[in-house]
């Protein structure tokens, strides 16, 4: 742990001014002095293991000879990290550790990328005396992207660490001892984990490997960019890595953007989209009752034309456009743009659609789309609060940071959740409650927390109210409502209050939930109470920004209201569609059929729209019903920015060229706009960006050149916080708890670690994880319905049935299930009934 | 961790009554970090370590199990196949490695058609190299279920073998 004061030491006669919390290693990376060292890490615990760090240290006239890895700095030492003596001890350590190493290089895929190769090389080691003795382990390759070869091991252990300690899974150990100790999964099972690659990433050698990259490439061969990740929220820096023109792999750096070298398995391996079969390469019309190829002169003509009829024919309400969360800001813009200035003010997105009270709630509240906070201020919380939320499915990287932070700080962690989500392996702080007992057991825990120190009831609606008035509730109340007995809730509470300051994260569950607004509301007061902060973070990577540039029927960008629109309307954009109202629908770079709730629904009411223009990088359910399909780029085909959950915007870069003749959305709006008789004066993404800058005020400063400008998060923070000591009434407060005998079991979908939005399913390696939907049933459960893991189950509602694979875990508890969603196969959204409040199904062998 | 359960029934071995692992944990509820009690337990309840019994372990005292095993295959103390009717320990320390006991034991093994540390498929062997048992004037010495003999040679260490195995069969 640092303490903050500084000190100044000397190594190699350079004198260095550190943290005085820093070890010698860490002081040696600041002087830009190389250390051979195999086994540290400053992001991980430290290990000590390899030796190779060896200096001499001096202190008060003694030398002794140190690991600088270990060593604390001390004011005024002289550190000396290449004398003769010193040299010779790292020959003699680089001996062993070569003699037990096979010397692959050739072959290797970590050469040229491989710590062992720079520190020999280094150390001058040429051939040692003692006999080279290599273990003759098999490869393991039993699973597809991660690579064993546990001959190249050099036992340093920082896999075994970023496993525990960051990604929090403890997949990998190390088994055995001695001579025959191995760094791998116990009795040798297949490797079965998150996948996230963080593992091969530390390894320092070749022994755990991206088994995709196979052959495809060495280090000294790629060209590499850094840009976003185009998943989820949390705006990891990916690094591409191409060789001639052609994408290979995505690794990260510990030193570029927010993620500090971790990313998901998304983000690492979920990048071969790109070149899927599934890309649309060229434009398309709808003629001859079947969609054909053509120019793009054409499309853009017959489509230009079809808008401006229905405009003339049905007035602009007829048109309207529903647009995904994963543009670019410059896209979003110019596409909300150019559809306003030709009278078009239906512009929605899906998350807006599924939950138009939630965001214009939110907005109300918050003064921005979201409550933000800058991911370096969570190590100033007092205590982690997850609510309803799988993090470390979720936001994969939230995850990882949040574990850091509770491993460095000793934050405590508290978990509540309708399921057995996990987050680390170890022993968790956990309530579980039921689903749609929500505000109750926050408003329980409020009771706890003695606002009103005497009374045993508290106020359901407003727990800063006089606790006597209705609705009130006492604990007994609360327990049986929520499931959670007193004690538990009690003992939440008292951590929670111990602790203090809690940042609470409510997840996709309550995101998704009918009464989510009241669920914020609830959880903000909480959070007001203890002095902390209330974070929902967004489902993709630029659902911050798509709002913030204005793609919603109620606010232009900068969150400028739209007059005489209804927050919260009556009938949707769907049902609009259904009746035949919506004449044109564009749709850009989503797919509502698959990854909209009741998709049924969704795909008979399109059907009643006469003319359909799809923007997309592949085919979709949505592409078949469109008249004309633009082919678009994807977010590595091209330069753009994204913003994420702190409001932080960071660009994207063009890593290879547009495949066939894709091109994005700006640049499509740019020459629909010439054919609509509007004309957009852009010669580049870049002046898109200029423009956003001038017209939305969270984005002064911003452009393509300014790079800084992605290491601040955007301005609207201000807005946020003054309203931040607001307290919130509940508005609903009756329990949406349904018995429904004939579907007993509730059900809960959301993404899985593997998958998200219309991206992942056109990743092979993605597929290869994860191929088909699943639901995670617990195993009391199972027993009673006679069912068994990997059994084909038909899962039905009262609404519609998909097939899945069953996958029997504790995650479930009684009465709960999980379901996976954007499979376009058996899309669980088509189980829900867009009138009900929870889903209940059954469940039974296919 | 995704997969515990799953991988439990995989590995479900019917023969062990597994209850016997929740009992040892009940008894042990307020324990807290460190493993190893928990696993000489077991040990002595079983004999060896029981795959399940690590699985089991592994998700109720929420250590991954890839640790627990780490640990479990570390001392050798800990055993993770079960023990035949018969142990069979043969010495190879400094005096009864002079007098030939790698012979023994390469007799052994090949006639169980086992490697060392394992058991025979018919339950009845284990064979074991160990260290200095302080029998250095029997040497080559061996136990058999924790009896010295000594002055073996391949020949009769086989014919043991083959008179236990006739006794154990009958
Ligand atoms: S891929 Fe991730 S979860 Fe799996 S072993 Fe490696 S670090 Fe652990
Ligand atoms: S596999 Fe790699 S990271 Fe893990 S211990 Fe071995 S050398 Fe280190
Ligand atoms: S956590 Fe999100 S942004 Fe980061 S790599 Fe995974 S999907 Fe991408
Ligand atoms: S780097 Fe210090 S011991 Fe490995
Ligand atoms: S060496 Fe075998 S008993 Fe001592």
Sequence with gaps: MSNNNMITITIDGTEVTIDGGKKIYDACIQAGIYLPGLCYDPKLTRFGGCRMCVVDVTSRGRTRTKWACCEPVKEGINVSTNSEEIRKKRKVIMEFLLAAHPLDCPTCNASGDCSLQDAAYFVEQKRGRIPIKRRNEPLLIDNPVIERDYNKCIMCGKCVSICDEIQGNGAIGFQKRGYWTEVGTPFRIPLKCDFCGQCLHVCPVGSFQDHTELYKGHAWEYETTSTICPYCSVGCTVVANVKKGSFVKITSNDLIGVNNGNLCAKGRFGHDFVQAESRLTQPAVYKHSKQEDCTWSEILEITANNIKKTIQDYGPDSVAVIASETMTNEDAFTLQKLFRSIGINNLQTLSNLNNPELNSGIFEKFGALAPLLDYNELSSAGSFFFFGCDASKENPVIANMVRVVMRDKKIPLYIANCRNTEFTPHEEERILYKYGSETHLLAALMLKLSVFPNSEMVNVENPFGSPGTTPSMNMPTAADISGVSEEEIADMAKGLSGAGKPVIFLGKEIHDHKRSTDIVAAATNLANFLGGRVILYREYCNSQGVNDMGISPTHLPNYKKVQDVDLAPAIDLFEKMKLGKIKTLVVADCDPITHFNDGKFVQEAMSQTEFIVALSSFATSTTKLAKTVFPLTTSYERDGSFTNNEGRVQLIRKVIEPIGSSRPIWEIMKDLGSNLGIEMSYNNCEDVANEISQAVEAYRGFSHKNIAFGSQVAKYKAMSDEKHSLNFTIKNVEQTEQIDVKFPITAIIGNSLYHLGALSRHSKTLNNIEPRVSVELGPDDAKNLELNDGDEVTVKSKHGAIKALLKVDNRSPIGVVFITKNFEVAPALHLIDRNDSVLKVTIAKS | ?170
């Design chain 2, 1 to 170: 961790m995704n997969d515990l359960s799953s991988a439990v029934n995989n590995t479900a071995d019917n023969q062990i009554n597994i209850d016997h692992v929740n009992e040892i944990l009940d008894s042990n509820k307020d324990f807290r970090g460190g493993a190893i009690p928990v696993l000489q337990k077991i040990q002595i309840k079983y004999g060896y370590l029981p795959k399940e019994s690590l699985y089991l372990v592994s998700k109720r005292l929420r250590i991954p199990l890839a640790h627990l095993v780490g640990v479990a295959s570390f001392y050798a103390q800990f055993r993770m196949s079960p023990r035949g009717k018969y142990m069979i320990k043969i010495c190879c320390g400094t005096a009864c490695h002079v007098k030939g006991s790698i012979k023994l034991v390469d007799r052994a093994l090949e006639n169980l058609e086992i490697e060392a540390g394992e058991t025979s498929t018919d339950n009845l062997f284990t064979v074991e190299r160990v260290a200095c048992i302080g029998a250095c004037s029997l040497a080559p010495a061996i136990t058999l279920n924790d009896v010295a003999a000594g002055h073996l040679n391949a020949d009769q260490l086989e014919k043991i073998i083959a008179d236990l195995k006739a006794d154990g069969l009958s």
